[in-house]
Nanobody
Framework: QVQLVESGGGLVQAGGSLRLSCAAS????????MGWFRQAPGKEREFVTA????????YYAGSVKGRFTISRNIAKTTVYLQMNSLKPEDTAVYYC?????????????????WGQGTQVTVSS
């Protein structure tokens, strides 16, 4: 059983930074892609960013490009999300997800495993 455990959420002022981490544990697991999604109150879950595990190709939503950076530590099976220049509209629960197959990285339905979510709140 694969488990994804997120950490690093919290409250930050607009313009500030946060770094989220997501560690995969359980049986030996080699994802094809790991990604981050977010869901704000009353809104649909939306794609934020993703990274292919082997090649390191990255994908970003337009709303976060240039402000957020995804990276991974292969040895630790951990993915990180560095969030800079945070805005109040970035407030949401952020979810880590893993796709063991070569699905389209921006589509949530392609991800088989999900973390429990971590709250990010950006005050104005």
């Amino acid at each position: 059983q694969v488990q994804l455990v997120e950490s690093g959420g919290g409250l930050v002022q607009a313009g500030g930074s946060l770094r989220l981490s997501c560690a995969a544990s359980g049986r030996t697991f080699r994802p094809y892609t790991m990604g981050w999604f977010r869901q704000a109150p009353g809104k649909e879950r939306e794609f934020v960013t993703a990274i292919t595990w082997t090649g390191g190709s990255t994908y970003y939503a337009g709303s976060v490009k240039g402000r957020f950076t995804i990276s991974r530590n292969i040895a630790k099976t951990t993915v990180y999300l560095q969030m800079n220049s945070l805005k109040p509209e970035d407030t949401a629960v952020y979810y880590c997800a893993a796709d063991p197959n070569a699905g389209v990285p921006t589509i949530s339905g392609n991800y088989h495993y999900w973390g429990q979510g971590t709250q990010v709140t950006v005050s104005s």
